[in-house]
């Protein structure tokens, strides 16, 4: 079975008087090799989203620190803490890419905000101070709080996980307040805050706002995985066979 290669682009570490550091949690890479795949750090380099999607078979946009609301036209709330500005030029020009492409993304936490944002969404920047709600939605990566999310009908995440209710991990203070264009909810929590999105016209752009990477052996998370790891093959396979075509022994068999 082919392994379909998957980047995720990478988050910073800066220590003072040191170089800087490109990395993921090694959670992501986990869950994919789990899966069947072959995970590839993609550092950033916006300048070259478009050359890099040529050539992966999937892209996962990875949790993190937050957004600059400068991105959506607002001024920051006192609790924001942006992302490094590299990362998230990279993170954003790998959304708007991977959409256009039609290259299979899976956005998790953060990644669905990116998702968001990149097709001109806006975000709760404090869910705690401007969303009524009394579910405790963010909770430290050591001890993640859970609660359940409601799965809306006739939608792709619906199909993958076969069920209309699912419990979930929980570690965001953030989160989708207007929809981006295009993009279609797919998951509510019980408080009406957005859990999941998607394009329905895209091969496989989903984003959930909970961490499946973290939730090792639950079927929800696996399915997930699965789905889009299903995506990223057919797309290899299709590259595959587009690279056959083109070859001088594909053009004569063609003959």
């Given at each position: 079975?082919?392994?379909?290669?998957?980047?995720?682009g990478t988050d910073l570490f800066l220590t003072p008087g040191k170089r800087d550091q490109a990395f993921v949690y090694t959670?992501?890479?986990?869950?994919?090799?789990?899966?069947?795949?072959?995970?590839?750090?993609?550092?950033?380099?916006?300048?070259?989203?478009?050359?890099?999607?040529?050539?992966?078979?999937?892209?996962?946009?990875?949790?993190?620190?937050?957004?600059?609301?400068?991105?959506?036209?607002?001024?920051?709330?006192?609790?924001?803490?942006?992302?490094?500005?590299?990362?998230?030029?990279?993170?954003?020009?790998?959304?708007k890419i991977a959409r256009e492409a039609g290259v299979p993304t899976l956005g998790i936490c953060l990644g669905l905000q990116m998702m968001n944002i990149a097709a001109g969404g806006t975000l709760f920047q404090d869910i705690h101070s401007q969303y009524e709600t009394e579910i405790q939605h963010a909770s430290i990566p050591e001890d993640r709080g859970r609660h359940e999310v409601n799965v809306e009908q006739g939608t792709r995440l619906a199909e993958i996980v076969g069920a209309r209710e699912l419990s979930v991990n929980s570690s965001h203070h953030q989160a989708v307040r207007d929809v981006g264009q295009g993009l279609r909810v797919t998951a509510h929590a019980p408080d009406g805050i957005v859990e999941g999105v998607e394009d329905p016209n895209h091969p496989f752009y989903l984003g959930v706002q909970w961490h499946p990477e973290d939730m090792t052996g639950e079927d929800s998370a696996s399915r997930i995985f699965g789905a889009f790891l299903d995506a990223a093959r057919r797309r290899a396979e299709e590259r595959k066979q587009t690279a056959t075509e083109l070859s001088p022994a594909g053009s004569m068999a063609a003959e």
């Amino acid at each position: 079975m082919t392994k379909p290669v998957i980047g995720i682009g990478t988050d910073l570490f800066l220590t003072p008087g040191k170089r800087d550091q490109a990395f993921v949690y090694t959670t992501y890479t986990e869950a994919l090799r789990k899966a069947g795949a072959v995970a590839v750090l993609i550092p950033p380099q916006p300048e070259n989203a478009a050359e890099l999607a040529k050539t992966l078979d999937g892209i996962l946009l990875a949790g993190g620190e937050d957004c600059d609301p400068a991105l959506y036209g607002e001024e920051k709330h006192e609790t924001v803490e942006p992302m490094d500005p590299r990362r998230q030029s990279n993170d954003l020009s790998l959304a708007k890419i991977a959409r256009e492409a039609g290259v299979p993304t899976l956005g998790i936490c953060l990644g669905l905000q990116m998702m968001n944002i990149a097709a001109g969404g806006t975000l709760f920047q404090d869910i705690h101070s401007q969303y009524e709600t009394e579910i405790q939605h963010a909770s430290i990566p050591e001890d993640r709080g859970r609660h359940e999310v409601n799965v809306e009908q006739g939608t792709r995440l619906a199909e993958i996980v076969g069920a209309r209710e699912l419990s979930v991990n929980s570690s965001h203070h953030q989160a989708v307040r207007d929809v981006g264009q295009g993009l279609r909810v797919t998951a509510h929590a019980p408080d009406g805050i957005v859990e999941g999105v998607e394009d329905p016209n895209h091969p496989f752009y989903l984003g959930v706002q909970w961490h499946p990477e973290d939730m090792t052996g639950e079927d929800s998370a696996s399915r997930i995985f699965g789905a889009f790891l299903d995506a990223a093959r057919r797309r290899a396979e299709e590259r595959k066979q587009t690279a056959t075509e083109l070859s001088p022994a594909g053009s004569m068999a063609a003959e």
